[in-house]
C-alpha cells in the first residue's frame, strides 16, 4: 500500500486555469506538507498542517490554497495559473512530536502550464 | 537561519567503485539531518537519518552517512556503486524534523 499517494501525477494545463492536487497519507501521522521542486531540482517548503490547522505557510502566493479535510488528508487548490507555477510538487507527512520522526514524501505531481 | 550545500551537481563514478557525496550544512546547533534520494521520475525515498547518537548511520540500499560536527558535514558514502543507484541525491537539514531545508542536489551517473 502507498503510504503517501498524490493525484494527479501529471497534469498539463493552460495559463488561468484553477486546478486541485490531492493527497493522502494512510500512514497515522498528524502532519502534512506540501513541498515544490522548480525545475532546478531545488526543493523548497510551500505549507505545512498539524492536525488540520495550519502551522507553516512560507511566502507562497495567496493562489495557492491548501486544505485539509481530515488528518489524513492534505489538498493543494491553484488558482489563475501562471507559467512559473511548473514544477513538481511534492506532498509529505510526518508526526508532529517525539524523537526519530522522518518525513515521507508521495511521488509527486508534474505540474506543466503552457 | 540553517542552510546546507551540496557542492557536487553531478557526479560520475564507475560501477562496483566507492562512492562519496558531500553536504555542508549552517547552523548554530546540531540538526537533525537526512538523505534523500530521487530516482528519475520518481519520489523521494529516505535513504538515512541522523538524530543523535552514533555519528556513522547506516541506511537502506548500503548507504551509511558520517555526521562530524567539526567540518559540518553529513557525506554518504557508499563502498562499491550499482547501476541501480543512479538518482538524484538530496541531503536535507533541519532544527525540527518538521521543518526541512534541502540542499541543492547532487545528480549521481553510473558508467558501466
Known amino acids: 500500500d502507498t503510504a503517501v499517494s498524490q493525484t494527479p501525477k501529471y497534469l498539463v494545463t493552460q495559463m488561468g486555469n484553477d486546478k486541485s492536487i490531492k493527497c493522502e497519507q494512510n500512514?497515522?501521522?498528524?502532519?502534512m506538507y506540501w513541498y515544490k521542486q522548480d525545475s532546478k531540482k531545488f526543493l523548497k517548503i510551500m505549507f505545512s498542517y498539524n492536525n488540520k490547522e495550519l502551522i507553516i505557510n512560507e511566502t507562497v502566493p495567496n493562489r495557492f490554497s491548501p486544505k485539509s479535510p481530515d488528518k489524513a488528508h492534505l489538498n493543494l487548490h491553484i488558482n489563475s495559473l501562471e507559467l512559473g507555477d511548473s514544477a513538481v510538487y511534492f506532498c509529505a507527512s510526518s508526526h508532529q512530536t517525539g524523537s526519530g520522526n522522518t518525513i515521507y514524501f508521495g511521488e509527486g505531481s508534474w505540474l506543466t502550464v503552457v | 537561519a540553517q542552510s546546507v550545500t551540496q557542492p557536487d551537481i553531478h557526479i560520475t563514478v564507475s560501477e562496483g567503485a566507492s562512492l562519496e557525496l558531500r553536504c555542508n550544512y549552517s547552523?548554530?546547533?546540531?540538526?537533525?539531518l537526512f538523505w534523500y534520494v530521487q530516482s528519475p521520475g520518481q519520489g523521494l525515498q529516505l535513504l538515512l537519518k541522523?538524530?543523535?547518537?552514533?555519528?556513522l548511520v547506516q541506511g537502506i540500499k548500503g548507504f551509511e552517512a558520517e555526521f562530524k560536527r567539526s567540518q559540518s558535514s553529513f557525506n554518504l558514502r557508499k563502498p562499491s556503486v550499482h547501476w541501480s543507484d543512479a538518482a538524484e541525491y538530496f541531503c536535507a537539514v533541519g532544527i525540527s524534523p518538521n521543518m526541512l531545508t534541502f540542499g541543492g542536489g547532487t545528480r549521481l551517473m553510473v558508467k558501466p
Open positions: 541522523y538524530f543523535s547518537g552514533d555519528t
Open positions: 500512514l497515522g501521522h498528524d502532519t
Open positions: 547552523y548554530g546547533a546540531t540538526p537533525y
